[in-house]
C-alpha cells in the first residue's frame, strides 16, 4: 500500500536535499500526525531520541532514509512502487 505524504512531511520526505539537515517543529509534526500516517510514523520513531525540552526534531535525509540528525540513528526508510508511483516509510527494526 503506498502511502502519500501531506503537505507538512513532503517538505521533508521530498524536497529536503539529500544531506541536508531539516529542523521539524515537534508540535507541526503532532499536529500533522492526527491526519498523516508517515508524520505519525516520524513521530513514533523520533520519540525514543527526544527529551521533554526538545521542541524540534533534527532530520537528515539520506537517499533513502531519514536520520537523526546527521550522524544519529535511522528513523525511517523508504522506498517506492513503480506502479502506484508511491512513497512507503519503514520504521526500522
Known amino acids: 500500500m503506498a502511502v502519500r ?6 517538505d521533508i520526505i521530498d524536497d529536503l536535499d539529500i544531506g541536508t539537515t531539516f ?7 503532532r499536529t500533522s500526525a492526527g491526519s498523516c500516517s508517515i508524520c505519525k510514523i516520524l513521530l513514533r520513531a523520533s520519540e525514543p ?3 521533554n525540552s526538545d521542541q524540534y526534531i533534527f532530520l ?3 537517499r533513502s532514509a531519514l536520520t537523526a540528525g546527521r550522524n544519529g540513528p535511522r ?3 523508504f522506498s517506492t ?3 502506484t508511483t508511491g512513497v512507503t516509510a519503514h520504521m526500522p527494526v
Open 5 to 10: 505524504c501531506c503537505s507538512f512531511c513532503s
Open 81 to 83: 512502487d513503480p506502479v
Open 49 to 51: 531520541y527526544l527529551s
Open 60 to 62: 537528515n535525509r539520506t
Open 75 to 77: 528513523l525511517l526508510r
Open 23 to 29: 529542523n521539524a517543529s515537534l508540535a507541526d509534526i
